[in-house]
């Protein structure tokens, strides 16, 4: 039996703190400073949580193994599991040909490449997110402005400042998923929580696409579009997270989105569309003279990359070159598009909209797939592991959701998908496999994190770290967020930083008298800003439209986006711990 002590160093709890915080210090440092690979970083991270565990904390051997072992299986299934059926479901599209049919949809919605930003990074990104997430959304919205004639700096800084308010809930909202099964706190309950921050997010940020895309004066010329889509996908976000579905609120909230774009546009017609397109031409032919000057003086002139190859070279989180490519080639809006192929280019968002609202809304069904869930007490650990408190703890118990997993109900659409598109079988199975080959070093780095935060929990070092941190009284709720926002910051993902953290929120919520779940909620909120400021998002980006290399220039122009939207969350969530606890749903 293991019981975790609070202040196993010295009897201190504040040098505790420090020994116990060495594992995510390394994961800053490793890749924060040095840059090293995610995967590197997450394993080198791992190895320390296992070293301050066993020496620090005298975790049996055994039992910190186990622990470790309990977090990869978990990072594999569900966690890679729903990503790889996410992405395969999304390439499928892309290999039947459809995805290029659906660039030409958005095409016809408006000739205005302003709008047409804030519809393909806004709202099809925010799609892109919801099946995919992982860097996929930006690297191909990405390509998308490029092929509409943004610049390659003014396309990056677009694209990261647009995938904030969806990544909540990307991927099928893993990132809840991921925060609900750590903490025991019921992910509906978490989500409804985050579906009353990220929409003050959303409400704002087509308005600051309108400025990045055209300064002031794309302001002055959108902004009634830019509210009417703001205030359609916050509407959207805030109803689905709390009443129909944690897990579609991405799907809802794209859709409803580019739903009230397209009526906008029936009544309302923007000016100064032609202008802004020269404009953005002139831009994009100055750059490419600077980057060609620049490659001359460096001895690299006739060696650039293409975007294509580029997006080929990286390969990164998902993005296939194939989807890339297929994003790039900019055909004119429109042609050859019917009613049918426009159908079928809709058709896979359709479907999982329809799957997973029966999965999820409809009870009988619910049940069903509910009573297929194997439990698992994990072999060795199981009751002989203690909470702080002395009792038995819960989290030894692993939860093998064979049938109701979100990812194999992207597989059951994903089957229905490729059949429809009459794919041959060795096709789409060419696909995934391909996938799977290309996002190995992924699924090291996701499942290497969640060994650290099972290994961190399980040992008690992030009780003890919670428990110093709520030292800091009823003011942790102001400051809650900045921890997610660390988190994304570093590991790229908003399911790593909730891996890493949601425990200790709901540890020093528990310490501090504060709502855990509204604690462990502004860990995710707070990691949607911080996913554009990542070193892993910013690379992706920086690839995707012809920039490697200019990561650091790329953060300049958005840190300060980032840090203004960190700010706004941080006093939100410290008003709803107490002035605006009313406007909290009930667990």
Not at 282 to 290: A, H, K, L, Q, V
Not at 407 to 424: N, P
Request: glycine share 10%.
């Amino acid at each position: 039996m293991y019981t975790p002590d609070v202040a196993p160093i010295a009897d201190n709890l504040t040098l505790s703190a420090l020994v116990a915080a060495l594992p995510l210090v390394t994961v800053f440092v490793t890749l924060g400073l040095l840059r090293w690979k995610a995967h590197w970083a997450g394993l080198t991270a791992l190895g320390v949580a296992l070293l301050v565990a066993i020496l620090g904390y005298r975790m049996p051997l055994d039992l910190a193994a186990l622990s470790a072992t309990q977090g990869a299986a978990f990072g594999l299934f569900p966690i890679m599991w729903i990503v790889l059926m996410a992405i395969w479901l999304y390439e499928l599209t892309v290999r039947s040909g459809r995805f290029e049919d659906l660039r030409r949809v958005i095409d016809t919605v408006s000739d205005d490449p302003r709008i047409q930003a804030m519809i393909i990074a806004f709202c099809f990104g925010g799609l892109l997110e919801a099946l995919a997430g992982f860097g996929a959304p930006i690297a191909i919205t990405g390509v998308m402005l490029l092929a509409i004639g943004f610049s390659k700096m003014r396309a990056a800084t677009v694209v990261l400042v647009a995938n904030t308010a969806p990544v909540a809930f990307g991927a099928i909202a893993i990132p809840i998923l991921t925060a609900g099964t750590l903490t025991g706190i019921d992910y509906h309950h978490i989500g409804a929580i985050v579906g009353h921050q990220t929409p003050l997010i959303a409400l704002f940020v087509p308005t600051f696409l309108a400025f990045l895309a055209d300064g002031l004066r794309g302001v002055k010329e959108i902004w009634p579009i830019a509210v009417v889509v703001g205030v359609a996908f916050a509407a959207a976000q805030w109803v689905s997270a709390t009443w129909i579905s944690v897990e579609l609120t991405d799907v809802i909230s794209s859709l409803v989105g580019l739903l009230a774009a397209v009526l906008m546009l029936r009544v309302w017609k923007p000016k100064g569309g032609e202008a802004a397109r020269a404009r953005l031409l002139g831009e994009r032919r100055r750059e490419d003279e600077e980057l060609a000057v620049e490659a001359a003086a460096a001895g690299r002139a006739g060696k650039a990359t293409t975007t294509a190859e580029a997006t080929r070279a990286s390969a990164t989180d998902g993005t296939t070159a194939d989807a890339a490519d297929a994003a790039g080639a900019a055909g004119t809006a429109g042609v050859g598009l019917t009613g049918s192929r426009v159908f079928l280019a809709l058709f896979p968002y359709l479907l999982v909209i329809v799957i997973f609202a029966l999965a999820k809304l409809w009870t009988p069904l619910t049940s069903a797939l509910a009573a297929t869930d194997v439990k698992i007490p994990w072999p060795g650990s199981d009751g002989r592991i203690l909470t702080a408190a002395g009792e038995v703890s819960t989290n030894t118990v692993y939860s093998f959701q064979w049938l109701s997993s979100p990812g194999t109900l992207l597989l059951i659409t994903g089957i229905i998908v490729a059949a429809v598109y009459r794919m041959k079988p060795q096709d789409a199975l060419e696909v995934f496999t391909r996938n799977v080959v290309k996002m190995r070093f992924s699924i090291l780095t996701v499942v290497s994190v969640l060994s650290l935060a099972y290994v961190m929990n399980q040992a008690g070092q992030t009780i003890t770290i919670g428990t110093w941190i709520a030292g800091t009284g009823a003011a942790f709720a102001f400051l809650a967020p900045i921890l997610g926002w660390l988190g994304t910051a570093v590991t790229g993902s908003d399911t790593s930083a909730n891996a890493l953290f949601a425990t200790l929120q709901q540890t020093a919520a528990l310490k501090a008298g504060l709502d855990p779940a509204l604690m462990v909620a502004a860990n995710t909120s707070g990691g949607v800003v911080g996913k554009l400021i990542s070193p892993q998002n910013l690379t992706i980006a920086a690839t995707a439209v012809g920039l490697l290399g200019k990561e650091s220039a790329i953060l300049r122009k958005v840190v300060w986006w980032s840090i203004g939207m960190l700010v706004a969350l941080c006093l939100l969530n410290g008003l709803q711990s107490n002035v605006l606890a009313w406007m909290l749903p009930q667990p």
